[in-house]
């Protein structure tokens, strides 16, 4: 069975910092390109950022750029988005997903896997 589960998620204070994990099963983990997105209630799903198979490449938008890092343990089959100096707006459903392409992956479409999701909120 294919799965990614995320954890990490909470809430915390403006100008705080949160880990986020996303452990996948059921696949060649080491061949997907891995992605975070986050999502408002009511709202369209928006790309956070993404990471090449490899680990050698990272794209982020613009609102978390040097703030948010993605990495990833390959050996631990896993994806990581540390965040830190967290903004109110920063509040959102975190989902971690996976894409078969060897390219820079923005759009959800572009990804076939995902995660169930994990709160985050910022108090400010």
């Known amino acids: 069975q294919v799965q990614l589960v995320e954890s990490g998620g909470g809430t915390v204070q403006a100008g705080g910092s949160l880990r986020l994990s996303c452990v996948a099963s059921?696949?060649?983990?080491?061949?997907?390109?891995m992605g975070w997105f986050r999502q408002d209630p009511g709202k369209e799903r928006i790309f956070v950022a993404t990471?090449?198979?490899?680990?050698?490449?990272?794209y982020s938008s613009d609102s978390v750029r040097g703030r948010f890092t993605i990495s990833r343990d390959n050996a631990k089959n896993t994806v990581y988005l540390q965040m830190n100096s967290l903004k109110a707006e920063d509040t959102a459903v975190y989902y971690c997903?996976?894409?078969?392409?060897?390219?820079?992956?923005?759009?959800?479409?572009?990804?076939?896997?995902w995660g169930q999701g994990t709160q985050v909120t910022v108090s400010s």
């Open positions: 997903a996976a894409s078969s392409s060897a390219w820079r992956a923005t759009e959800p479409q572009q990804y076939s896997v």
């Open positions: 059921g696949l060649t983990f080491s061949i997907y390109r």
């Open positions: 990471i090449h198979r490899s680990g050698t490449t990272t």
